[in-house]
């Protein structure tokens, strides 16, 4: 019930736009993203790729103020929540968001939340995207997607990724 | 003071405030604030359900803590202001809902106001009149938006705002990374007093060739941030001792130095010789000072309102109502809608 890990090298923050993008065309309502990485690995840069290509209302910007940002469908399609999960201690806290109101009619993607979220859906897309440390000079990311759960078998992630 | 003219009372409740505020003209007669922010200590930061709640319980009480505190009923009320976006849509929500029921109930006009321009607005009730045209940089946790204001209750273009992180956010952000507590923009201010602001060549966001051409006053903190945590990985990895005081110095001058600099940037390209400077990140002890060294020499006035007014409050939205009422602006009507990303250049929801 996981598919293959997808390994991609994004150039720079253009190529992790358009990840999010080519992530947007798979997704669908009900669907979750748990986005791992480092401060500035490029999380938000790729919801708002994302939030671009699905088309939906607002300015998709950092979510840390306010934990959770809803962004509306423009026309048809799912809308966008974009949760940031990074000064969350545990499950219990984010229970108080009461999240699962719109996880059916939206994709959710949740930024920094590898080990907090997945009890929200058995069904999940992995993303982890690492930077460079520290003083070395490769401003490019390495980025691994795999999907978890019966919502991704059969879904040929490297073929709509790597395109 | 003019007994004639209009009283009006605002309501803010955006975002963890709840603020309400009674203005007569540019005089303000009572500002009281309740804020939830004990509440959400335990997540480090604002929690929308949470806000929603507290708002619905501090609304009835701060409403009449502010009626008593200026010496008035809710009969002597002419006009009632509310900040209807930008925010979260709960806490908007119950702000709103709470405005209309006194509207109605009182049978006066109802204004659904913009919370951003209310941040440059309230300085009215500080310094007096607005000249005829001026900048407004509103700066906070949630917000960086430089605004040209040819008319407060009328007329306002939004220039730039931020693609990613907010300058207050930022701070919180690196504030983390050097281990002060949250919300770490105070600390991460305090520490920078102490450190060489030249010390760390920190990147200036959206500043340079084609990314300034496209964005000439948009603004970034997101890159500053990566380059601020990558710096102290790269001591650590590196086993080498640094400053933290020059970190929080080098990245302080780095983010006000691009908020000054596109700011006069534009007050010199739309002629503009006042700028506003409103939102709590206004509280930055780097930011006040570069602002005011800097604008002396372009010949460009700076107001920046007292600290009280700059953090969320009633004031601010009663300020902005009132000029609207003195514009003859259209009352917004019952049935407006809250609006979580509101238009900067939305004053008031129209009629």
């Known amino acids: 019930m996981v598919t293959d890990v997808v390994r991609l090298h994004l150039a720079d923050a253009e190529a992790t736009a358009a990840l999010g993008a080519a992530l947007a065309r798979v997704l669908r309502a009900g669907d979750l993203v748990i986005l791992t990485g480092d401060l500035g690995a490029g999380k938000t840069t790729l919801t708002q790729g994302l939030g671009r290509a699905l088309g939906v209302r607002g300015q998709v910007a950092s979510p840390t103020f306010v934990i959770a940002r809803e962004h509306a469908p423009l026309a048809d399609g799912p809308g966008l929540v974009h949760v940031d999960a990074y000064r969350l201690g545990g499950l219990t806290e984010l229970d108080a968001l009461d999240l699962d109101s719109s996880l059916a009619e939206s994709v959710t993607v949740v930024e920094w939340g590898a080990g907090l979220t997945e009890t929200l859906a058995e069904d999940r897309l992995d993303v982890v995207i690492d930077r460079a440390r520290g003083d070395a000079v490769d401003e490019g990311r390495q980025v691994s997607v795999r999907g978890i759960g019966a919502r991704w078998d059969g879904v040929d992630l490297a073929a709509a990724l790597q395109a | ?351």
Do not use: W
């Not at chain 2, 509440?39 to 480090?44: D, L, N, P, S, V």
């Not at chain 2, 200026?70 to 405005?99: E, F, I, Q, W």
């Not at chain 2, 601020?228 to 400053?243: K, M, N």
């Not at chain 2, 000072?289 to 002396?296: N, Q």
């Open chain 2, 1 to 351: 003071m003019a007994v004639s003219e209009p009283l009006v009372l605002g309501i803010e409740s955006t975002c963890d405030e709840t603020g309400v505020a009674l203005v007569r003209g540019r005089e303000l007669l009572a500002d009281v604030t309740a804020s939830s922010m004990d509440e959400h200590a335990r997540f480090g930061g604002i929690v929308p359900e949470v806000a929603s709640r507290a708002h619905l319980e501090a609304l009835r009480p701060t409403i009449t803590a502010a009626l008593d505190a200026a010496g008035v009923t809710l009969a002597d009320v002419d006009a009632v202001a509310v900040a209807s976006g930008p925010g979260l849509v709960g806490s908007l929500t119950v702000g709103t809902a709470g405005a209309k029921a006194l509207a109605l109930g009182l049978g006066v006009p109802l204004y659904g106001v913009n919370h951003v321009i209310g941040h440059a607005a309230v300085d009215e009730l500080v310094h007096g009149p607005f000249p005829e045209r001026f900048l407004a940089l509103v700066v906070s946790g949630g917000h960086s938006s430089l605004l040209l204001v040819n008319d407060v209750a009328t007329d306002v273009v939004e220039l730039g705002q931020t693609l990613d992180d907010a300058a207050g956010e930022a701070f919180d952000k690196v504030g983390r990374l050097l281990g002060l507590p949250y919300p770490g923009g105070p600390h991460v201010d305090r520490l920078a007093r102490q450190g060489d602001p030249a010390a760390i060549a920190f990147p200036r966001g959206l500043s340079k060739g084609r990314e300034l051409a496209r964005h000439p006053y948009d603004f970034s903190f997101s890159g500053l941030k990566t380059a601020v945590a990558r710096y102290l990985e790269g001591r650590a990895d590196a086993g080498e001792e640094y400053s933290p005081a020059d970190v929080a110095a080098s990245f302080s001058e780095a983010v006000a130095d691009v908020l000054v600099t596109k700011t006069l940037r534009a007050c010199a390209e739309h002629d503009v010789r006042t700028l506003v400077i409103g939102g709590g990140f206004s509280a930055n002890s780097r930011l006040r000072e570069l602002a005011a060294e800097r604008c002396a020499a372009a010949g460009v006035e700076v107001r920046i309102p007292p600290i009280r007014y700059c953090t969320d409050n009633g004031a601010m939205i009663a300020a902005l109502g009132s000029a609207l009422v003195r514009a003859g602006v259209a009352p917004s009507p019952l049935d407006l809608a809250v609006d979580s990303s509101m238009a900067l250049s939305l004053v008031s929801v129209p009629a």
